[in-house]
């Protein structure tokens, strides 16, 4: 549990990960020490713009492409790129070595108000509080944001808490949704050398 020797060096904190089913075809390439750049193409544009915020956000590059069966349905393409974006997420933090560990952010956009609250401590629990006040931003339905994060946290093994606190404006909730999310997200897995190796009494996270 002792701070950083002149002996340990951090490793590059970058994955990248495919997922192919009769449904999808996803990748996911990520660089949690980014400087936020950003290419996501996923068939539906407001995604991509969310996609898009979360990278900015988060300062980490990102770049997800997807092409599914949106003839069918958002459902399969919204919830594999969860699914991917999470195991990248787990693949590249690794060992999690001298993490935050928790971040918390609130953020408003315009009217609305979001709060995300994360702990990567490898178990998946997602509450989500969330009504929005319409059933579509665009060609993304409403109903599957949560189902987003869901797919996210479960396979990144993380604990996520999001709520709307406020909001009449369905595209400033969920884009202050995903914003907060990022930046809890980003304040989580900053590295303290200062800090204590393995930020858990348990040994492992």
């Not at 994955?15 to 660089?31: F, G, K, L």
Request: charged fraction near 20%.
């Amino acid at each position: 549990m002792a701070a950083m020797t002149q002996h340990e060096a951090f490793h590059d904190r970058v994955a990248t990960v495919t997922r192919t089913t009769h449904e999808t075809d996803v990748s996911v390439q990520i660089n949690l020490d980014g400087s936020g750049r950003y290419a996501n193409t996923t068939g539906i544009g407001f995604l991509d713009h969310m996609l898009d915020l979360f990278a900015r956000h988060g300062g980490l590059d990102l770049e997800v492409t997807c092409k599914g069966d949106l003839h069918v349905d958002e459902h399969h393409s919204v919830e594999d790129v969860g699914i991917t974006l999470g195991q990248a997420v787990s693949q590249a933090l690794g060992d999690k070595h001298y993490i935050v560990r928790y971040g918390f952010a609130c953020v408003p956009m315009d009217e609305a108000l979001a709060r995300a609250v994360i702990d990567l401590s490898g178990r998946f629990t997602l509450h989500f509080d969330a009504a929005f006040s319409r059933n579509r931003v665009g060609s993304l339905p409403t109903e599957l944001v949560r189902h987003f994060w869901h797919s996210f946290a479960e396979h990144a093994s993380c604990t996520l808490h999001i709520s709307v606190l406020h909001g009449t404006n369905a595209h400033h909730q969920v884009e202050a949704i995903f914003k907060a999310a990022a930046r809890a997200f980003h304040a989580a897995v900053r590295r303290d050398p200062g800090g204590v190796r393995v930020p858990s009494t348990k040994g492992m996270v």
